[in-house]
Every structure is written in C-alpha cells, then in structure tokens.
C-alpha cells in the first residue's frame, strides 16, 4: 500500500518506528490528489507548498501531538487563518479570516498538517458544488460536506473535518463508503464555523477507520483516551427503524438487518427499538426550527446579496421567514421534550442502530440526497457514527449508523470499533 | 426634555407626528455624547458622519421599519461591516468584519441607525475597559457589555445591544439604572457575535423602558407584538432568594423586597418560590462549563496571541484546559437536569423576582462585579429583564431581576411593563 492509502493510525506507527517522514506522507498525499482531483473536485483550495513546509519542519523537530505529520482537509465554512475560506459561497471568494476555527487550533498543536480546504455546499445548506462521488462520479458524493467526504474516500487525506445541521456528515459518509463521525452537539467548539443553524450546527470528521475517529477526537480534547471495550460483555443494541423506515431503499434496510445479524452473531443482544409517537413528526420540527434559523444566521447574505445566492437557499430562507415565533417555540419544544424521551429510551441499550441515509448515493451532482435518516439524531443532539460495509444494487456504498447517548461519545466510538471489527 | 433623553418610542411617535426628524435624533444624541464622553468612555468607535448620512436618507424616505430613525449601539463583540470590531481585545484592533450579525441586518432592515460601537470587555469576559459608571464615575458600569449600558443611562442613545454568558447584560444594567433583558437562548441568532462559551452566549440589549426593550424584540423578529397585559388577572410571582441570597447586599434584598411588596399592593399574589437542592451547586456547574468552552473558543487568541490577551484570561484558559472531558459532561448534565426541573417549577407562578446584581456597582475600574445572580437564569436559558427603580446606601442604582418560562419571552415582556407601571 502507498502511504496516501493508511490510515491515520498506521502513519503514526510507521512515523513512531522512523519507516517514513510527514514529508514523504504529504508528497504521497499529494500525487494522488493530482491524479484523481479532475474526476473529482474535492478541493476548492490545495495548500500543498505549505503542507510540505510544515511537514519537513516537523520532521526535523521532536514529536508534537497525537497528529504528528498527519494531512487533515478541511470543510470551507471553517476558518482558517492561512488559507482562504469562502464558505461555498460566490459571496466569500477570496475572503482570509484573521483566526483560525477552534478545531484547526487543536489539529495544528497536535501536529497535524492541513493539507486544504475541501467543497462545502454553499453555505453548508442544499446547493452543492463540484464535487463528485469517487465510487462512481456521475453520481454525489452528498453533502454538505461533499468534498472533506470525498478526499477520505478517495484516499487522498486519511482525516478531514464536515459539519452537520441536517444530514451533512453521517448522509456523505454512507454515500462515500467512508467512517462519519458527528459527536454529541456541544463537544467541541464551534468557534470559526460558519453559523448555519444557531442551534442544530455540530463539527464532525470522516475517516477510514474507527480508530482514526477517535485519534482527532482525542486530539481535540487534547487528551489521548483508547478505544479499549466498554465491557467484557457484547453490547445490548436497538434496532431502530424509525418513523421513516419506508423511505429507505431495501439496500439500505437490508444494510442495519445484515449488520445488525452480523453483530447478533458475534453475540450481541439485539432487539426492536421503536420510538414513540413523539418521534413521528420529529424530523418536520427539525426542519421547520432549521429553516427559521438558517434565515436569520444567513440575513446579510440574503439581505445584502440576494443575487449571488442560489434561488434554493433564497427560497429555503423565505420559507424560514414565514415560520412564526409560536411555530419556532413549538418546534424548540418538541426538540426538548424528544432529548429528555430519549434520555430514558436508550437507556435501556448501549446504542441504536439505523439507516445512514435512504440508500445509494443518488445519480447527479445537481443534488446532495436527502437527510431523511439524519435529522431526528442530529435534533437529539445525540453523538452518530456511519460505518461502511454494504452497497447497493448499482455497487454503491450504504452505510448504517450507530446511535449513543448524549455525550457518550467515547462509548459510542468503542462500541462502533468492536463494531468495525466484526463487519469486516 | 431634549431628543437624547427619550425612550425610542417617544421618539418613533415624535417622528411619526412630524415633530422631528432621524437627523435631529442622531444630532441629539451626538452632541450629548460629545459632552459626557471624556467622562464615560462607553464607545471605542462613533461613526457620527455615517449615521447622519443615514438619518438623512431615512427622513429623504418613507416610513422604513420598527425602528426608523432610531439610534443603536452596538457592542464591540458584534460584527458590522461598515464600522472596525475588535472584540474588546488588542488582538483584533482595526479588524473590519465582512458580514453584519443577524441582529445587525435586523436593525438596518427596520430603519435603525447605528451609532457606533461600545467598549465590551476583553472577548466579553472578565477583563475591563475603560467605561465608568455614569452615576458615579469612579464606579464600574458592570460587564461585560459596559459601553451598551453606559450609554443607555448616560442617555447618549436609546438602545443598545449587550450580550450574556454569565451575568453580562443583567448585571451592568442593575449597576447603570437601565432596563436590560437576556431572551430566552435561541430565540435570536448569535451568528456574526463572537464566541465566547457556545452553550451560553446570549443577545440581549438595553433601553430606559420596557416597551423600547419590546420594540428592539420586534424588530428582531420582524413583526411587531403589542405589549398588551398578558390576562386581566394580576400576575402570581415566585419570590426566589436562590442559594446565593447571602451574598446580596442589604440593598440588593431590599430592593427585591419592596419591589414584591409593592407588586403585591398592586393585587400580584406573592409567594416564596425556593429552588430545589438540584440548584445549589448549579453556578458551579455553570462556571466550570464556561470555562471549559471558553478555553475551547478562544484556542487560536491563547495560542497564537499569548501575550496580548490579559493575565485574568490567560488563566480563566488554563483553568478551562484542567477541566476534563468526564467534569464538562456532567456540568452539561446538571444543566439539562435544571432545565428540566425548571420548567416545571415556573409552571406556578407567572414569573419569579430575584436580585439582579448583589448590589450596586462596586467602586473601581478595574473589575465588572461578580455574576452571582445570574449564572443560573442564563444556564437555564430561560429570559431575564432586570428593571430600575431603588438604590444603595452610595446613592447608586439597584436593580431587581424578573425571570420567566423558557420560549416566553413576550409574556415576560408583558408582565414586565406591568411591574414598570407600578414600580415608577
């Protein structure tokens, strides 16, 4: 295997045993980004000169952090302060914040290497870019964080930072055969990001193992924690069909069977979860509180650029104008009363598992899919992981996600590596 | 009275009577300012040219919004394109943000004309600027939105926009005699408002009555909202000592007092409201939380502009840093415990009175005050308005803070104007 190809993990154990250099790892990074970035449009800015600059600068120092000489690509709504950040939007063409995102912060003093910044929808909303599926790149690779998804996939970077408000991590992830992490809402700061939705926005990353999830979690937190079994015993899971499990492709349904008979297997207690009916229009409160939202957090743009936005995000925001301050509260409150539910329904399971997203990554770049399978979990604030495995009818990936309890991340990512372990 | 000294509904019926004009308010209030600003020191940056081309184009035009021809002032850690935002830090001096914050589109959208930016604490945090207090200008005027109550009280402008984390609007409006009000978090977007701590950061914003501070709220959400009485009954008040009763001047214990007393007079039933055990240690919860997030926030400020950030933040940091993730969660925990227990326990009442601030504001510059009474209302998410009305043995003002149901900030409003009226 070319180094471009390893994971995160496996770079740091040949960096620990001197079998390579961050040099030769971004040089590697880097010649397969030429080849493959025509077909593929993940990047919308390529810092390499600078990537190699600070490669052969931590080469020639002592280990830095958890990211030694690791490339990390970065979603374009999250600011850095060397490279420029136009949010996927006409708008923001060339503009250069003068910080950095809290995340970039952490990479950079773990010693990763930011190799760029990779598509966003605009504004991290519906309009997608150019950014092609690699599996096959007449279709999408879903969005919003089309491109960070993509690059992973296409083995071009081993880690790289989305964000999700709807869908825009764990849907990617499903469509690109990658590993979508999107943590408990409130984990990690969401300072330098671009605000979508004050109160649904949530960093995530993808990468092509478990165990690379956890490495930039623990380099976020700045502190290394393992991914050791939460018990001796398998774990207990739900099997959660939800309320939209008839809008699923059978690809997708037979994915969380498939898996969940796999884990079965391996000895796992696996058993229905069905949410209550407060669960049913869930995903409608959600979409209606993102619309009223996303009007208000986008209203210089809007206001003051209404020709360089796309008619899409111009009619979302009109529709989110159009939701009255009791429907808002209404929606606030079903998103209040659905976290204390939930709270005891998945107490009784050490997670969930469901649909990624409704199934292949659909034909067309005009689109990114649909959220569907997305909402209800990222409105629960609850911490989400997509694992690839399966695919669909035309050889497309389809993932299923794995659902914890709010702020059991690390639970969630230990389970989702014993997990791992037995779908391969 | 002269033009700076009204309410901005006084001058809003002025206007609409052909009685004045937007260039003679703006005149007003530049004049008064140029006065007393030696003293104060509440703006670090007064776009006086601006915002008379911008009066003049309004009295050019027709009726334009809810707030045609008013002044605002805007504190330093809000973003507006036209006007420098330094976030109250020499980190960031000249810094010219790209984008208004929502708040800002909302403002210019319904006609309001922007004074200029107030000083704002070091990133709204601990660390003072130069403001005095204008009842005595050896006094702090409260933080961390000093420069937007100054202002106020000093009657230089009839509005302005604060924002809260801890105690930031509540506490500077007790100590500076003017109305604050902290919404319910959520109800308004932060996008374009630095961060501080994600979970907690609130707009709120100042003015010498409650309907000014209603007017502001409308204009926010685009349509006006009568401040009609919420029900012909009088209102049934919570009187809530908290576990921090203790550390409440005499004035401070006083002024809630009469004020529930003189309610009650006025046919309010009034009765003790003590808060379960679940909040005695919950401002410990809160500050534990900020720090945490505000060390997160300001990652790229403590690593990269070390020396130019003060002592109190660098150390507020590295205390945040000691936090660990297991200690953040539970703190989240207890939040969400609260909030949940809350709700139910304002169900009672129509809304609780409790001190605002532990007394009037303490002598020196060097430091805002302690939050004490305001970190459980704001990690509650619930609203908050504090009103003027009695004063301390110093002759400075005292304020009493009324709390409402979370989402209810309208009726909050309502009752609020209620207990102005028989509070003046």
Redesign the interface.
């Known amino acids: 295997m070319q180094l471009h190809q390893l994971t995160a993990t496996a770079l740091r154990a040949k960096l620990a045993a001197g079998e390579t250099t961050a040099e030769a790892i971004v040089q590697s990074c880097l010649a397969h980004i030429a080849d493959r970035e025509d077909d593929i449009h993940a990047w919308i800015h390529l810092a390499g000169d600078a990537a190699l600059t600070k490669a052969r600068a931590l080469d020639a120092g002592p280990a830095k952090g958890l990211l030694h000489g690791i490339p990390v690509a970065v979603k374009d709504i999250i600011d850095t ?1 060397d490279m420029p950040t136009a949010y996927g939007s006409a708008v ?1 063409q060339g ?1 250069r914040p ?5 995340c ?3 990479v ?2 773990a010693g990763g290497v930011l190799l760029g910044k990779t598509v966003s929808t605009e504004f991290a909303y519906f309009s997608p870019g150019a950014t092609a599926n690699p599996h096959n790149t007449a279709h999408t690779p879903g969005g919003s964080s089309s491109g960070s998804a993509a690059a992973v996939a296409a083995e071009m970077v081993p880690l790289a930072f989305g964000s999700q408000t709807a869908g825009s991590v764990i849907r990617p992830a499903s469509f690109c055969g990658v590993v979508g992490f999107k943590p408990s809402r ?1 984990k ?5 990001i671009k ?1 979508l939705a ?2 649904l926005d949530t960093l995530g990353w993808f990468a092509r193992s478990v165990p690379d999830i956890a490495l930039m979690r623990s380099a976020l ?3 290394e924690q393992d991914l050791g079994p939460v018990s001796a015993q398998p774990p207990r899971i739900g099997l959660c069909r939800t309320a939209q499990w008839g809008e699923a492709e059978q690809s997708s349904q037979q994915a969380v069977k498939a898996a969940a008979e796999t884990l079965a297997a391996a000895g796992a207690q696996v058993r229905d979860l069905d949410l209550p009916a407060l669960f049913d229009d869930y995903n409608a409160s959600q979409q209606r509180l993102m619309n009223y ?1 996303v009007a ?6 809007r ?2 650029h209404r020709t360089e936005i796309s008619e899409v995000l111009r009619r979302n925001c009109d529709e989110g ?1 159009a939701v ?2 009791a429907d808002y ?1 209404a929606a ?2 079903h998103g ?1 009363a659905g ?2 539910a939930f709270a005891k329904l998945i107490g009784d399971v050490d997670f969930l598992i469901t649909p990624s997203a409704p199934g292949e990554a659909p034909a067309g770049l005009h689109a990114t899919g649909d959220p569907v399978f997305n909402r209800t979990w990222t409105f629960l604030d609850v911490p989400a992981l997509s694992l690839p495995k399966y695919s669909g009818p035309k050889g497309l990936p389809v993932g299923v996600q794995l659902v914890g309890r ?2 059991g991340d ?1 639970d969630l990512l230990r389970w989702g590596q014993w997990a791992e372990d037995r779908l391969r």
Do not use: K, M, V
């Open positions: 302060a923001y503009h003068p910080w950095d995102a809290s970039i912060s952490f950079r003093e409130g990690h700061s969401l300072a330098g605000t004050d109160s937190l700045g502190e939202q208000r957090a986008l209203a210089f743009e206001i003051n104008l009255s301050e509260d606030r409150d209040r976290r204390h709010f702020g690390l």
